[in-house]
């Protein structure tokens, strides 16, 4: 039975990613990019990873892109090049590049045995909050502190970078 | 397997159907409560106590001419609105409105009257779902190219993100106390007593969880005394300034769905839900489930008169007291809830 | 309903295909913000990539472990993602405030 649901979420991603690299107006790119989030929200809980789609949804859809919003409007961004429209020799050799670099995992792809992972309708037993809240204060416990610590370093170092010089 | 989809879908639009019925009904329960508080009659010629005063509303938004302005961006203008009304609606799925936990409808169990029963990130769910009501302030804001708008747009995206903050972190001692995500789990750890004579509703083992979770609906839903961004005496009309008929009553629509879904939260995590405080009714078959959605219907519209009861009491925040009271005060509040519950169940106490 | 079958290459040629439209607008754009966005584009094509192996190690029983150090790294990968937009973008107000635009064309010398 083909995966339906995953399959219109896949193009979906696409769709929209694509829209996000190449349309002109900066507001339309976030908007989109939100859209390919929630793809990839949908694709994570269709896997059995119903936090990870919250968390993506709640931080990337809600919260990043919502920044990004704020300083598109607060610098008054408008853009009106389009993809592709700088120097020929630059854009050429940026296609070749970027076509270089996806080919080579999906040549690893193709050389890997299509291994069916099972998809259960349902959580994993390792998707839901509690094995991983424990993982989380036990295991890597060391990480997540770390990562508390880059958290409060990123929001000092925005309000300081960010900040009117006084008059 | 179409059993199931079909019963999903009947309780969908059971849902769909009774929140969108609230709508009309908080219409008027608005311009008669407040009518009545400041001492004069309110809406009382159109039928019975003014009773048809919202359809006749309606009407008129429906048939008047729509209007859109020749400078704002098209696309992101019409998206606002819809955005508004399909996040507020779309929360709801995860609340749970009755105990219905071993009934059957066409053979196929109902598993609780809950829209979507096997969500076990219920609250996680929902906040997620709620952060993208910033996007419709902000979007409509930017759109109206318009300073009004813009300016209200900010302001109530600012608001709308740093109350966000003290109404997840307050949920937290929710969550620790019924020790699950499930909102069903989170009414049934409800039950009983605590320390033998108070109901061991959450609204009594974290009474600053509940009021900074009050609080932070508040802000979320742009109500007095949080309504800056909307305030008419202020930004003309704020981010709504340049909508007009079905534009205007979707956003509307969006604040009391809104409202309506917050006071459902409220319910569903410090009152208990659809249980009564000391009496212990067993809920059992068609006649139970119905009684409990009897209750937490009640529960439900007395928080919605309550949303009313404060707009028409306080007045409004000034912009700098609304965001110092959500950083300053609410933020270390929740925090402080969190400690509490913690220190209290390592203690035995809870 | 019966196991849905995804097999991981599906998922796995997703997150190329996505990383690849990121590198696209990552090297073809002029517009900060539009280059930042594909960055973001590719910092989740690599979140799927993580996903989709700790999905075949779930599959296998006794892998369990695995699954789980999977979704811990994008969680990781996420929350640096956060950190990372919220720096970039004060970085970016900052830039424009000296510059008076982000475009990259006209931002190419160190010393302004």
Known sequence: MVP???????????????????????????????????????????LGMDFLAAVQIIVYAGAIMVLFLFVIMLLNIRSVERLGSGRRVQALLGTVVAVGVGAVPLIAISLLTPATGAVYPGALETGTVVPIGRALLTTHLFAFEFITLLLVAAIVGAVYLARREPR | MWVEVLVIGIKLAAVLAAL????????????RASALMQDRLGPNRVGPFGLFQPVVDAVKLITKEDLIPSNVSRFLYLLAPAMALTVALSTFIAVPFGDGSDLELFGHPVRGFIVAPDLNIGILYIFAISSLAVYATVLAGWSSNNKYSMLGGIRASAQTISYELAMTISVVGVLMASGSLHLHQVVESQAGTWLGVLPRWHVCTQILGALTFVVAAFAETN????????????????????????KYAAFFMGEYVHMTVSSALIVTMFFGGWTLPWIDLPFSGWLGGLLSIAIFVAKVAFFLFFFVWVRWTLPRFRFDQLMALGWKVMVPLAVLNFLWVGIAMAAGIL | MNAILIPHTWVL??????????????????????????????????????????MTFAAQPGAAVSALEGQLFVFFVIAVAAAEAAVGLALYIALHRVKGAIDVDRVNILRW
């Open chain 1, 4 to 46: 339906i649901v995953f399959v219109i979420a896949a193009v979906v991603a696409v769709v929209f990613a694509i829209i996000t690299v190449a349309h002109s107006s900066p507001v339309i790119n976030v908007l989109s990019l939100v859209v390919v989030f929630f793809a990839m929200a949908a694709i994570f809980a269709l």
């Open chain 3, 13 to 54: 040629a997703l997150s190329a295909a996505l990383f690849t439209i990121g590198t696209l607008g990552v090297l073809l754009r002029r517009n900060g913000i539009a280059i930042f966005l594909s960055l973001e584009l590719m910092l989740n094509s690599a979140n799927l990539a993580f996903v989709a192996f700790a």
């Open chain 2, 223 to 246: 109500r007095v005394p949080f309504d800056l961004p909307e305030a008419e005496a202020e930004l003309v009309s704020g981010y709504m300034t340049e909508y007009s008929s079905m």
């Open chain 2, 20 to 31: 969108l019925t609230t709508v009309p009904i908080m219409v008027w329960v608005e311009r």
